[in-house]
């Protein structure tokens, strides 16, 4: 085997990008090409399939094989391209409307079935497209032109659904920490099932600066919790706020202070297979608490297209009927001679042919 | 022993009885006997509905003879009758002066309240005085077979279908060692199950020997067939199975996405059971997801079918536009029943052709193909699969719930005896471009993520020829033109509308899909009285077979029967203007049965 070698630049395609100027996605379609360039996987492998939104287009964005689909049926579509052929590196693009409101069945069956697919879920937590509606990851309260008056619903968080779903990879990522985007992309690329990557995105247009409590560069350092496996849940502009676990629940604490010593704070561990810290760690909200970011959950599971193959292959080894005609001539069949009486052809001769 | 041309037996009883394991035993006993057969299950949408009464009533008719069978038989010369409910269930599918075999102990007090008779003679309210009625106890007889097996009365009940069969089986002269050897290997893993059945099986049979005086006893010598190894197929096993050869044929992985539906799901079934010969298959969230994963696996260069019913493929409709716009290689099989809405889930129906034609939003043409007889569903799953791969196009293969679950034995085919599935695989990256076509027939190249060189987009946005997305007004209208001109094209692997009958006369039946055998049985039987009537039976909707028009100007008269409202008559009426269409529907979710048709088509002759 050669050693495959790419740039990002090998992933982009000639079509011009059409997305708003400064707008998140951007930022996120340079992750995405930067951490591909890095996997070693052959140019012509990689399958991106989208559905319908303002990220949707991303596929046109790229110089892969791509599938611009309906909406919402992104995921069903990836499932059936990882199954035709396990050997391609999937990629699904989405978007909060497209995998949480009108894809959120085959979002959740997705990640049930824990397919070897990797699914960017951009959110803006509005309808771009449709120019400004609320989502179902919008903000209780939130006003838009279809909730004059406010929204009187409460959103979907995605993490939440994954850990519902049985998950067994999610990360959160935001638009404009392209390293973080890219770091997370390579670890959904190499974990083996569906690896949900939430991207918190701003949209200039329709719901500028959703993400500003966050991503202020001035604060995010006491607002954004980056999470690294099997190092210490610390952060701010100290590095010395850190999460503890007390009474069966999260706890910002600041080391020095009340006895808190560095052995105090939790240590990541994405690979723990009960899910409750993570789910914990996917709450978590301002201003109480710092949002995470990075892997939160990485866990091996059976992963379904490989079960499929190997499910086959252990049915062909012992298998009794190896082809059609073996099929054909299975079971009960008879044989009838002519002796039966003269050869009718009025049923054959009154058809019409089949080919 | 009365020698008989053909028999209808429908076995009746609580869905709950066993009769359409009865009926299958019998129908394939007797197919191995070398008769012609053709068989109609006839069950209720519940699994189990209150037991004894009418509503719950199960039923399955079997037609056989020693000449060609096409039709499971209008009515049913014999019935098998569990309790009172399937006397008064199938007292309208009875043939004047028919046989009535009952289970006397289930003619009780209860049952016949159950079944809503009002009096103690529920062969008189039903009008069937005249029917000649076999009393028998089967309810205590197998009672009594079983007696020191040490088995609860629940099990022992569960074998009296066998009793019923075995008696069948004797006055119709049909040996036990297939159904035996079926439930040996069936309950090969419960030895008791398998000694009480066989125990209750031959108490039937030796029943009907013992009472030889009051029971008849008739024989069926089999038919003439064309020389050959035959089997028993119904028509989703056969659609199924016409998949995994055009698989093997083309040199490609079979997939199928799909969402258990009523009548289609025994295809899933059916292909799930094939791993051996690599089948994928793939039980998706909903009906969306069957059609979409799909379309991915076609994208991504396997043979891909999805398996749905009128429901099912009206929430496929989007999809399957994506697949017209993307224009991949898919297959959709429409199993027609009973609607609109979920209508009548068990029962059969044609109802869905003008939804397949023109059920989706824009301009979306696909070519659609119907399967006439079980068997046929065979070629028909294989030609879909083979119009589609070498056109780059979505095909519809119309079947119904008639053809899913009626069988008839097929003589089976040898793979060399089938035609070649080329691919269109692209071959040149050099050249290579996403919607660049061939000239002839405008289909475009398949290349698929792995291939190098290749790489490519397609989606549900209107594109240009490189495949990228594309607003210009004069693209979209060329683009939609070519749509529709790559699936007329396909009539160049159409063949020719064949006349059964005299190519010219008074009358051309005109009728499509699963209505064959009752439409040819119709125009053999009004022959036989010396009317000039014939049928032309369409297998190939859009594109229409060239001789079309040919074919009816040679005709007085045209009736076009379908179990519908006349979407065929009014597709017609576009494709072929300017001939005068007469209509037979029906829509009762029964098949038709051939005096119907036959006085239709009399009434016609006579105005």
């Known amino acids: 085997m050669t050693e495959i070698k790419h740039t990002a630049k090998d992933f982009k395609s000639e079509n011009e990008i059409r997305w708003c100027p400064g707008c998140g996605d951007f930022a996120i379609i340079n992750s995405v090409q930067r951490a591909m360039a890095e996997l070693g996987i052959s140019h012509e492998k990689f399958a991106v399939i989208s559905g319908i939104g303002c990220s949707s287009r991303f596929p046109y964005y790229m110089s892969t094989y791509g599938f611009h689909t309906i909406h919402g049926r992104a995921t069903a579509v990836a499932s059936g391209v990882k199954m035709a052929n396990p050997d391609l590196s999937v990629w699904v693009i989405t978007g909060d409307g497209d995998a949480m409101a009108i894809g959120g069945n085959h979002f959740i069956h997705l990640v049930r079935r824990n397919i070897d697919v990797n699914l960017v879920l951009f959110n803006n937590k509005i309808y771009g497209l449709t120019k400004g509606q609320y989502s179902p990851t919008s903000d209780r309260g939130f006003k838009t032109k279809t909730s004059p008056y406010g929204t009187i619903e409460d959103p979907f968080v995605p993490g939440q659904l994954v850990i519902g779903a049985r998950g067994t990879f999610f990360a959160r990522s935001i638009d404009n920490n392209v390293k973080l985007g890219q770091e997370i992309c390579i670890e959904a690329a190499r974990h083996q099932g569906t690896s949900v990557v939430e991207v918190l995105q701003n949209c200039m247009i329709y719901n500028n600066g959703v993400h500003d409590e966050i991503s202020d560069p001035a604060f995010r350092a006491d607002r954004q919790l980056i999470l690294k496996h099997g190092e210490p849940m610390l952060f701010g502009q100290e590095n010395n706020k850190g999460l503890t676990f007390e009474k069966g629940r999260l706890k910002v604490v600041t080391i020095g202070e009340n006895g808190v010593t560095r052995d105090d704070i939790l240590v990541h561990d994405a690979t723990e297979e009960d899910p409750s810290l993570h789910l914990a760690l996917i709450n978590m909200q301002l201003p109480d608490f710092p949002v995470a970011f990075g892997v939160i959950r990485r866990v091996p599971a059976p992963v379904y297209d490989q079960e499929l193959t190997q499910q086959i292959n252990l049915v062909q080894k012992n298998r009794k009927i190896s082809c059609m005609d073996e099929l054909l001539q299975s079971g009960n069949t008879w044989e009838v001679t002519a002796k039966n009486g003269a050869a009718d052809e009025s049923r054959k001769c009154n058809k019409n042919e089949y080919f | ?607």
């Open chain 2, 1 to 607: 022993m009365i020698e008989l041309e053909e028999v209808a037996i429908r076995f009746s009883g609580d869905s709950g009885d066993g009769m359409q394991l009865t009926g299958t035993l019998f129908s394939d006993t007797t197919a191995l006997m070398g008769n012609d057969i053709s068989t109609f299950p006839d069950y209720p949408s519940e699994i189990r509905a209150p037991q004894g009464t009418v509503g719950g009533v199960s039923g399955f008719q079997v037609q056989f003879g020693h000449k060609h069978v096409n039709t499971p038989g209008d009515y049913a010369h014999v019935l098998v009758a569990m309790n009172p409910a399937a006397v008064k269930a199938n007292a309208r599918f009875m043939n004047p002066g028919g046989t009535i075999i009952y289970d006397q102990d289930a003619f009780n007090e209860k049952n016949l309240r159950k079944a809503d008779f009002k009096t103690d003679d529920p062969f008189a309210e039903c009008k069937l005085e005249d029917y000649f009625k076999i009393p028998v106890p089967i309810t205590s007889l197998t009672q009594e077979a079983l007696k020191d097996m040490g088995l609860d009365n629940k099990s022992i009940l569960r074998s009296k279908n066998m009793f019923a069969l075995g008696l069948v089986c004797w006055i119709f002269d049909r040996p036990l060692d297939y159904i035996e050897e079926f439930i040996r290997s069936k309950f090969s893993k419960k030895p008791a199950v398998v000694e009480s059945n066989l125990k209750v099986l031959n108490a039937g049979y030796n029943y009907g020997m013992n009472m030889q005086h009051m029971t008849p006893r008739y024989i069926v010598n089999p038919a003439p067939i064309e020389p050959g190894i035959y089997r028993n197929i119904n028509g989703n096993h056969a659609t199924a199975w016409g998949f995994i050869a055009a698989a093997e044929k083309a040199g490609l992985e079979l997939f199928i996405g799909s969402y258990p539906i009523t009548p289609a799901t025994e295809i899933l079934q059916a292909l799930s059971e094939r791993k051996d010969l690599g089948v994928k298959s793939f039980q998706a969230e909903d009906e969306i997801a069957g059609i979409t994963s799909a379309i991915g696996a076609a994208f991504a260069g396997d043979l891909a079918i999805t398996t749905t019913s009128g429901p099912g493929f009206a929430l496929k409709s989007e999809a399957l536009g994506l697949a017209v716009m993307a224009e991949l290689p898919l297959v959709v099989v429409n199993v027609q029943r009973g609607g609109p809405s979920t209508g009548l889930p068990t029962k059969t129906e044609q109802s869905d052709l003008l939804q397949t034609l023109y059920g989706r939003n824009g301009e979306s043409p696909v070519v659609v193909v119907a399967a006439s007889t079980p068997s046929d569903c065979f070629w028909f799953a294989y030609k879909a699969a083979k119009i589609a791969l070498e056109r780059m196009v979505p095909v519809v293969l119309l079947t119904d719930g008639f053809l899913g679950n009626g069988s008839e034995p097929w003589k089976i085919p040898s793979m060399a005896e089938l035609p070649d599935i080329k691919p269109r695989i692209a071959k040149d990256p050099a050249t290579f471009k996403a919607y660049a076509r061939d000239s002839g027939i405008l289909a475009r190249e398949w290349a698929f993520p792995g291939m190098e060189g290749f790489q490519h987009r397609v989606g549900g946005l209107e594109k240009n020829i490189a495949g990228s997305v594309s607003h210009d007004p004069d693209n979209h209208q060329k683009n939609s033109e070519i749509r529709e001109e790559k699936v007329q094209r396909v009539v160049d692997m159409v063949p020719d509308l064949t006349v059964c009958g005299d190519e010219e006369g008074d009358v051309l039946i005109v009728g499509w899909g699963g209505t064959y055998g009752h439409l040819i049985s119709t125009v053999r039987e009004l022959r036989k009285e010396g009317k000039k009537v014939s049928l032309a039976h369409f297998n190939y909707i859009k594109p229409l077979p060239r001789n079309t028009r040919e074919v009816f100007a040679r005709f007085k008269k045209i009736i076009v029967c379908e179990l519908n409202m006349g979407q065929f008559a009014s597709y017609l009426r576009d494709k072929v203007p300017g001939v005068e269409y007469h209509q037979y529907n029906k829509l009762k979710g029964l098949p038709f049965t051939v005096k119907e048709l036959k006085e239709s088509v009399v009434k016609l002759l006579e105005e």
